[in-house]
């Protein structure tokens, strides 16, 4: 795959490494809706849970 006005020019690895990070971001940010549609639950953690590092007293 080339990329470029002219075909020629291929996409540097950053710009690979971008686009892989952006697609995963949208569909990890796709399967958190999903999962908060489907037990109502919003958040990181599960109700109930103790933290395992409160913070310092």
């Known amino acids: 795959m ?33 999962r908060e549609a489907v037990d109502g639950a919003v958040g990181e953690d599960p109700p109930g849970v103790v933290d395992p590092y409160p913070p310092p007293a």
């Open 2 to 34: 080339r990329w470029g006005a002219d075909g020629d020019e291929a996409p540097s690895l950053r710009r690979l490494l971008v686009d892989v990070l952006e697609e995963y971001a949208r569909h990890v940010g796709h399967a958190d809706l999903l």
